[in-house]
């Protein structure tokens, strides 16, 4: 008996969302309702499969440059500058309430921000959130960008970028391409310069993240800072 074409197999995936919720759809059909359109011979949500599976996951498609992105087959400007724009305002909700509350009473709020900006990178990269006296976010800036397996951070630019934002303390952030949030020893020990440096300037240094694949090690939980 032939099915009927009404069947919830058969909606599209925007029918879907608005019948069953977003919760209910694949990240595959999700992309579909942002690409709206797929290629000759693909449709939307083939097309966001592809994707996936191109980029390595859903977090690196999420997070990939508007360059890469623009290369893959299909994908014209205006569909670049929406996965873009998701990018952007993912960041953004994270980061909002960092911005109006106190950074260390939200400890995993700061681990999940410093994993979406980190986690997906193939090269070392450190950056350092300042914050104010109020400990609230003023700004997220990278410190230092590196190799496969290492980032040269100088205390005294973190200290010169402290001041030039009038930062009453900072978090440190960096991760770790091999996927592992394992300090290391070169860590701790830049940890220990960095924290000595900035209290020279009234600054204080309140954690360090070590940002892997999967998870978030903070020094400060570890009694390392």
Same mark, same amino acid.
């Given at each position: 008996?032939?099915? %009927?074409?009404?069947?919830?197999?058969?909606?599209?995936?925007?029918?879907?969302?608005? @019948?069953?919720?977003?919760?209910?759809?694949?990240? $595959?059909?999700?992309?579909?309702?942002?690409?709206?359109? #797929?290629? &000759? *011979?693909?449709? /939307?949500? %083939?097309?966001? &499969?592809?994707?996936? !599976?191109?980029?390595?996951?859903?977090?690196?498609?999420? $997070?990939?440059?508007?360059?890469?992105?623009? =290369?893959?087959?299909?994908?014209?400007?205006?569909?670049?500058?929406?996965?873009?724009?998701?990018?952007?305002?993912? @960041? @953004?909700?994270?980061?909002?309430?960092?911005?109006? +509350?106190?950074?260390?009473?939200?400890?995993?709020?700061?681990?999940?921000?410093?994993?979406?900006?980190?986690?997906?990178?193939?090269?070392?990269?450190?950056?350092?959130?300042?914050? %104010?006296?109020?400990?609230?976010?003023?700004?997220?800036? !990278?410190?230092?960008? #590196?190799?496969?397996?290492?980032?040269?951070?100088?205390?005294?630019?973190?200290?010169? $970028?402290?001041? #030039?934002?009038? =930062?009453? /303390?900072?978090?440190?952030?960096?991760?770790?391409?091999?996927?592992?949030?394992?300090?290391?020893?070169?860590?701790?020990?830049?940890?220990?310069?960095?924290?000595?440096?900035?209290?020279?300037?009234?600054?204080?240094?309140? %954690?360090?993240?070590?940002? +892997?694949?999967? !998870?978030?090690?903070?020094?400060?939980?570890? *009694?390392?800072?």
């Amino acid at each position: 008996m032939p099915q %009927d074409i009404r069947s919830p197999c058969f909606e599209r995936p925007r029918e879907r969302l608005l @019948r069953h919720g977003a919760q209910a759809l694949t990240s $595959a059909e999700l992309l579909a309702v942002l690409l709206r359109t #797929g290629t &000759r *011979g693909r449709d /939307a949500v %083939d097309m966001g &499969r592809r994707m996936i !599976e191109h980029f390595g996951g859903l977090r690196r498609l999420l $997070a990939a440059e508007s360059s890469a992105l623009l =290369a893959f087959p299909g994908m014209g400007a205006a569909k670049t500058c929406e996965l873009l724009a998701v990018q952007e305002l993912s @960041r @953004r909700a994270i980061e909002e309430p960092l911005r109006n +509350g106190r950074a260390l009473s939200q400890p995993d709020r700061v681990k999940q921000f410093c994993a979406l900006r980190l986690a997906h990178l193939r090269v070392e990269h450190c950056i350092a959130l300042f914050l %104010d006296s109020q400990l609230q976010l003023i700004e997220c800036a !990278e410190v230092a960008r #590196g190799t496969l397996s290492h980032a040269s951070i100088y205390p005294r630019e973190v200290v010169k $970028a402290a001041l #030039g934002h009038h =930062a009453a /303390a900072l978090i440190l952030a960096h991760n770790h391409p091999s996927g592992l949030a394992e300090p290391s020893p070169a860590d701790i020990t830049l940890t220990r310069q960095l924290k000595q440096a900035l209290a020279l300037v009234d600054v204080r240094l309140l %954690d360090h993240l070590i940002v +892997g694949a999967t !998870e978030v090690t903070s020094l400060a939980e570890r *009694g390392q800072v």
